[in-house]
């Protein structure tokens, strides 16, 4: 019975180190008994409702446990705020709503997400400023409190290092976010059934990885009959199938030779680099356009249209081309909610280009608390910016095979490198561990490092209870280091184990990369590597034919699998599930999206 | 009643029933060279819970019985299996200088890319303890497993498997020597073998090889003496460890296993 019970508890209660997967058994149990109850009461409007918006919640609890609080009150805001502003007679009481709604939802996804970057980074300013006495002396001339506060946070070294990111909280912010906009703007009368609004922002499917399915595209959906067709049901299984394909078979496999390269870039030559960017380019694509599927996949099966978010990113001509393809759903919105209301194109040229860079600079940051995406987002905002202004000169060029060739092949290249900006992170060099006995005794308070020569020393303080001022109970000593991480936990003697790791930044492990593959990449590599990791290099051409396979043909394949016969379906079923299962055993990595 | 609906569930539902039956079939599918891998769910069905997060902290483990275990030191000469998967390569480099300064005979058993999931499957580890009849064993295993996500759950059981092998035979299970933070393979090996059992590499620093992962000769002698160390100072079951000042010649008898086809 214990063991039955704590089964059940696996399956119901929330696991913060495993939050449900669409390629999880869990959900392949959770969705077998939703789907059948499903189908068992789909033509009872309300019911099933009911039951989706249940199913949502639930699906949201195993994904951030109690946080599925903060997606009702999301919920229960907007639509109070959509009809605050549709009542209101006055626009400027209409846009008062507004920007409260926008304020919230931005506060809310503000807070979860950029509250250590902000403080991190305000704690570096203001040790920066450190080294500037008469800066220092006339901001303290200005106001003394504030710099001393600021000063305070700088000495500790303040983080919130324990704030959660609730999962998908960045997707269903922007949701809710374009259904007030839309509201606002006069293109969507609000819906006054509060079920049907938290039916569209607890839509399982699209809930915690979207798409960003914009309200003007879903609500008219669910205000009538729930009309399932045959074919989209057969086309709905099929994007399951290439979807559990894409994630768990080959972007899960491939991701485990992307990671062990990232990890130390310079221990490995430069054709090995190359592979793992090439890897990590395939790996994100097949990673979320795969979860996208399956997303849009379920939602078919359920009778909904969420339309399209990958188009063959990788065929693009140009980078604008690039955006109208990857992640459609977070573009639109971008272009809608972001680009639009700075004032798009309508300004001038110059206003023009500089919308566009702030939107995918905004963009960037959209994507994670993090400088690196910021600069990954800014470079693609400037390359928009000058594909724009160059349009008109690339427009007169003839549209023959070698020019279609190069403008892919400066595309392509281009999306690759800032993909290793985007998947570089710190990485640790060197560490080393000591112990501190009975930890309950220490506070960590800081970390400082001081450059001797060649040579940098770390001096980690702890409070030890008793002292008055800051202990060093430990100096460790490194020659080059970006920055010093430190690490302490509390080990099975209830010690206090502390690692500190002197790291190198994840720009210069980029530019480690770069450097690696235009010095170091050599064709001698080519068949002992092939050699070594046949599987990957399999499954990476598998992946990148899937691409480059024409879009006709695509839907072609997708047309004689709808039309097959029932037992054509279910081997191939069973085959894709089998297939996952293969590779699963080889461990499997977590949904990259879900970080943002 | 829509028809294609039903008949989509009946696909989902006849997959499930495939694969959950396979699941607690005691015959394996192979095609080919290629072994058809179960689907998790006698494994998630069978697996004793554990305890998860920061209840770790007041659970109380198997190496909380530590003390109550009686420390034995041994003076003769072992007959010791270092056994595990690459990364002992470095390490019997200088256990051979360890056996031949104090007299103790030693066999290598390496089983490249192998992962507790493959020792705790087959009868690797009982074959080579029944061949060689080891006085000791020094298990060197978890390094490919060190971003196995809820590892835990997944790996307890072959854990547990391994373990059981050992029968009475005195063991360590020498942790991986991490470079990277890992998903809790030397957390789960601790809590199943014990404190007793267990050496703790990843709190060592190391000078690695090309590939990042394996440490250099050089370092790996350094992580062999700090094993000898432990068995004498920590180990319930400990043994004669002088550590040497010269290099012992003649090659370390080595058997090499290749990676499984999974």
């Not at chain 1, 070294?157 to 259904?179: C, H, K, R």
């Not at chain 1, 097959?564 to 379906?569: E, F, H």
């Given at each position: 019975m214990d063991l039955f019970s704590a089964r059940l508890r696996d399956i119901f209660l929330y696991d913060s180190t495993s939050p449900i997967l669409f390629n999880s058994g869990t959900f392949f149990i959770l969705f077998l008994f939703f789907i059948t109850i499903y189908a068992l009461i789909h033509k009872n409007r309300l019911s099933v409702s009911l039951f989706v918006i249940a199913f949502g919640y639930f699906f949201y609890y195993k994904s951030s446990g109690?946080?599925?609080?903060?997606?009702?009150?999301?919920?229960?805001?907007?639509?109070?705020?959509?009809?605050?502003?549709?009542?209101?007679?006055?626009?400027?009481?209409?846009?008062?709503?507004?920007?409260?709604?926008?304020?919230?939802?931005?506060?809310?996804?503000?807070?979860?997400?950029?509250?250590?970057f902000i403080l991190e980074n305000l704690t570096n300013f203001v040790k920066y400023l450190g080294d500037f006495p008469a800066v220092v002396q006339f901001i303290k001339s200005l106001n003394?409190?504030?710099?001393?506060?600021?000063?305070?946070?700088?000495?500790?070294?303040?983080?919130?290092?324990?704030?959660?990111?609730?999962?998908?909280?960045?997707?269903?912010?922007?949701?809710?976010?374009?259904?007030?906009i839309e509201v606002y703007r006069d293109k969507l009368p609000p819906t006054r059934n509060f079920i049907d609004y938290s039916f569209y922002i607890t839509f399982f499917p699209q809930l915690v990885a979207g798409p960003i399915v914009k309200a003007k595209l879903f609500l008219p959906q669910i205000t009538g009959k729930i009309n399932i067709r045959k074919e989209e049901?057969?086309?709905?299984?099929?994007?399951?199938?290439?979807?559990?394909?894409?994630?768990?078979?080959?972007?899960?496999?491939?991701?485990?030779?992307?990671?062990?390269?990232?990890?130390?870039?310079?221990?490995?030559?430069?054709?090995?680099?190359?592979?793992?960017?090439?890897?990590?380019?395939?790996?994100?694509?097949?990673?979320?356009?795969?979860?996208?599927?399956?997303?849009?996949?379920?939602?078919?099966?359920?009778?909904?249209?969420?339309?399209i978010n990958f188009n063959f990113p990788y065929k693009s001509l140009n980078i604008t081309d690039f955006w109208r393809r990857w992640h459609i759903s977070l573009s639109t919105w971008l272009r809608d909610y972001l680009y639009i209301s700075m004032g798009g194109?309508?300004?001038?040229?110059?206003?023009?280009?500089?919308?566009?860079?702030?939107?995918?600079?905004?963009?960037?940051?959209?994507?994670?608390?993090?400088?690196?995406?910021?600069?990954?987002?800014?470079?693609?905002?400037?390359?928009?910016?000058?594909?724009?202004a160059l349009k008109s000169v690339l427009d007169k060029i003839p549209?023959?095979?070698?020019?279609?060739?190069?403008?892919?092949?400066?595309?392509?290249?281009?999306?690759?490198?800032?993909?290793?900006?985007?998947?570089?992170?710190?990485?640790?060099?060197?560490?080393?561990?000591?112990?501190?006995?009975?930890?309950?005794?220490?506070?960590?308070?800081?970390?400082?490092?001081?450059?001797?020569?060649?040579?940098?020393?770390?001096?980690?303080?702890?409070?030890?209870?008793?002292?008055?001022?800051?202990?060093?109970?430990?100096?460790?000593?490194?020659?080059?280091?970006?920055?010093?991480?430190?690490?302490?936990?509390?080990?099975?003697?209830?010690?206090?184990?502390?690692?500190?790791?002197?790291?190198?930044?994840?720009?210069?492990?980029?530019?480690?990369?770069?450097?690696?593959?235009?010095?170091?990449?050599?064709?001698?590599?080519?068949?002992?590597?092939?050699?070594?990791?046949?599987?990957?290099?399999?499954?990476?051409?598998?992946?990148?034919?899937?691409?480059?396979?024409?879009?006709?043909?695509?839907?072609?394949?997708?047309?004689?699998?709808?039309?097959?016969?029932?037992?054509?379906?279910l081997i191939t079923f069973v085959i894709v599930v089998q297939l996952v299962i293969q590779f699963k055993s080889a461990d499997v990595q977590p949904f990259i999206y879900f970080q943002f | 009643m829509n028809k294609t609906l039903w008949q989509f569930i009946t696909i989902i539902l006849i997959t499930f029933i495939l694969f959950f039956a396979y699941s607690f079939a005691d015959f394996e599918i192979k095609a080919g060279d290629i072994t058809l891998q179960k689907a998790g769910f006698k494994d998630f069905l069978e697996s004793v819970p554990t305890a998860k997060g920061k209840a770790l902290k007041n659970f109380k483990r198997v190496s909380d019985t530590i003390n109550a275990e009686k420390v034995v030191t041994d003076t003769t000469a072992q007959r010791i299996l270092l056994i595990g998967d690459s990364m002992l390569e470095g390490l019997m480099l200088r256990l051979k200088d360890y056996a031949g300064l104090n007299g103790h005979e030693f066999k290598s058993v390496i089983w490249y890319s192998s992962q507790s999931k493959w020792y705790g499957s087959y009868d690797t580890?009982?074959?080579?303890?029944?061949?060689?009849?080891?006085?000791?064993?020094?298990?060197?295993?978890?390094?490919?497993?060190?971003?196995?996500?809820?590892?835990?759950?997944?790996?307890?059981?072959?854990?547990?498997?391994?373990?059981?092998?050992?029968?009475?035979?005195?063991?360590?299970?020498?942790?991986?020597?991490?470079?990277?933070?890992?998903?809790?393979?030397?957390?789960?090996?601790?809590?199943?073998?014990?404190?007793?059992?267990?050496?703790?590499?990843?709190?060592?620093?190391y000078k690695r090889f090309k590939d990042g992962a394996h440490p250099t000769h050089e370092s790996a002698a350094i992580w062999m003496d700090s094993i000898a160390s432990w068995i004498r100072t920590k180990s319930t079951f400990r043994f004669k460890m002088v550590q040497p000042t010269?290099?012992?010649?003649?090659?370390p008898n080595a058997t090499l296993l290749q990676p499984l086809k999974e």
């Open positions: 109690l946080y599925v609080i903060l997606l009702a009150l999301t919920a229960i805001t907007d639509f109070s705020l959509a009809l605050a502003i549709d009542k209101a007679k006055q626009r400027k009481n209409k846009k008062l709503f507004l920007v409260f709604g926008v304020v919230i939802s931005l506060t809310v996804l503000g807070f979860f997400k950029y509250t250590n003394g409190d504030v710099f001393k506060s600021f000063e305070e946070i700088a000495k500790n070294n303040f983080q919130l290092t324990d704030i959660f990111l609730p999962i998908g909280v960045s997707f269903f912010t922007f949701q809710s976010i374009s259904y007030i049901i057969w086309a709905g299984l099929w994007l399951i199938m290439t979807g559990l394909f894409k994630k768990a078979v080959i972007a899960d496999y491939i991701s485990q030779y992307n990671d062990f390269v990232f990890s130390a870039p310079q221990t490995y030559t430069g054709y090995e680099n190359l592979m793992a960017i090439l890897g990590y380019t395939l790996q994100i694509y097949c990673d979320f356009s795969g979860y996208s599927d399956m997303a849009i996949g379920l939602g078919k099966i359920m009778g909904f249209d969420l339309g194109n309508r300004k001038g040229k110059w206003k023009t280009y500089r919308n566009l860079f702030l939107t995918m600079f905004f963009g960037g940051l959209w994507h994670g608390a993090n400088w690196k995406f910021v600069i990954w987002g800014s470079a693609h905002g400037l390359a928009l910016a000058i594909h724009k549209d023959i095979f070698p020019v279609r060739f190069t403008a892919w092949f400066l595309t392509f290249a281009f999306v690759i490198i800032l993909w290793i900006f985007f998947r570089a992170t710190d990485i640790a060099e060197n560490s080393s561990t000591f112990t501190l006995p009975n930890a309950a005794n220490y506070t960590y308070i800081s970390a400082t490092t001081a450059q001797n020569d060649s040579t940098k020393t770390v001096q980690v303080y702890f409070f030890d209870g008793k002292t008055p001022k800051d202990t060093v109970t430990q100096i460790v000593a490194y020659a080059k280091a970006d920055k010093i991480r430190v690490k302490s936990k509390i080990n099975e003697n209830g010690d206090l184990e502390v690692t500190v790791s002197t790291m190198i930044n994840a720009y210069r492990v980029a530019l480690i990369m770069m450097k690696k593959v235009v010095s170091e990449t050599s064709i001698d590599y080519v068949i002992p590597f092939w050699t070594a990791h046949q599987t990957w290099m399999i499954l990476m051409l598998i992946g990148f034919l899937m691409h480059a396979n024409p879009t006709l043909w695509t839907e072609k394949i997708k047309e004689i699998y709808v039309r097959s016969p029932y037992i054509i379906k | 580890l009982k074959y080579f303890i029944r061949t060689y009849k080891p006085t000791y064993v020094m298990l060197v295993l978890g390094a490919n497993e060190l971003f196995v996500p809820d590892i835990k759950t997944k790996r307890l059981k072959y854990v547990k498997n391994i373990i059981k092998d050992m029968d009475t035979i005195p063991y360590v299970w020498v942790g991986p020597p991490n470079w990277k933070d890992d998903t809790g393979i030397n957390e789960l090996i601790l809590e199943n073998a014990g404190k007793s059992h267990y050496f703790p590499s990843k709190n060592l620093t010269e290099k012992y010649k003649g090659s």
